[in-house]
């Protein structure tokens, strides 16, 4: 009687089939991060798109930072994507920094101290537009990276200071100025993390206005500013110590709701905690 054994594998042939499929599983891996890597691309490309979509209409200001061109010496232009002609000029492109941004791709704009630009940044506005005016309404929009919090001034309106965003001692502030520059109101906000994207809105309307941190309604204020008027912008041109970095500053010729702040919010989310992540 003949007893046949079946064949087994040898040790060989197995750590073959293990190389084998450790490989193909790498590639998997691979292949999959790379699909997060483009479905964040594709989600910020996205956010862009609809803001412009939805609210382009409004715009009067869009810098994202992502495409400088090299201007005289030391300077970059940061072309306005809202068309309304606001370009921005940079005048150490030094400060243009990739390594604080979304994937390692674009720009954001680096303020250490005061920021890079020619201050004030005397905008473009629609005929009859004034930011700030009691007949007018309008919303700021900006992404903020603080790596200190101490006497930081991130940016105001008007040269006498009527509307000023800052933060001081670690504590951010919204204080309203009269003509005189005497201070009128300060608002204190809601402490937030340092060396992490935020996203920071302001929406103003007859008097009323609604601060918006990360999607979320953080404070309101009500006054009548008239006057609250004025073309001039301000980047970081007040107090000098400490450092941030911001994106995506958008200011609308409309005070835009909730609704719209959260969405603004939500669908930039991916492209600024992408960059913390990595």
Not at 122 to 145: D, E, H, Q, Y
Request: aromatic share 12%; glycine share 6%.
């Amino acid at each position: 009687m003949h007893v046949r054994y079946k064949k087994a594998f040898t040790l060989v042939e197995v750590f073959v089939v293990m190389s084998i499929i450790t490989f193909l599983f790498s590639i998997i891996i691979v292949s999959l991060k790379s699909a997060r890597t483009a479905a964040v691309l594709a989600s910020a490309k996205i956010f862009e798109a609809t803001n412009n979509r939805a609210f382009g209409g409004t715009a009067i200001v869009n810098w994202d930072f992502n495409n400088p061109v090299n201007g005289s010496g030391n300077t970059a232009t940061i072309a306005d994507m809202s068309a309304s002609g606001n370009d921005l000029i940079v005048t150490d492109k030094s400060q243009l920094d990739s390594s604080n941004t979304f994937n390692g791709s674009g720009y954001s704009l680096k303020c250490a101290g005061t920021c890079p630009v020619t201050n004030p940044i005397v905008l473009k506005l629609p005929t009859g537009f004034r930011m700030g005016n009691t007949v007018n309404a309008m919303t700021i929009s900006a992404w903020c990276n603080m790596s200190s919090t101490v006497n930081q001034d991130i940016f105001y309106i008007n040269s006498n200071s009527n509307f000023r965003f800052l933060a001081y001692s670690g504590q951010l502030y919204l204080n309203f100025f009269d003509a005189l520059s005497t201070l009128q109101s300060k608002v204190i906000l809601p402490n937030f993390t340092t060396a992490t994207w935020h996203h920071f809105a302001f929406s103003y309307k007859t008097g009323v206005v609604n601060v918006y941190i990360d999607g979320k309604l953080s404070a309101t204020y009500s006054a009548g500013l008239s006057n609250f008027n004025d073309s001039n912008f301000y980047l970081a041109n007040g107090l000098s110590t400490g450092s941030f970095n911001i994106d995506d500053i958008t200011i609308f010729s409309e005070s835009l709701t909730a609704e719209n702040v959260q969405k603004m919010y939500a669908e930039g989310l991916p492209k600024h905690t992408f960059a913390k992540n990595d």
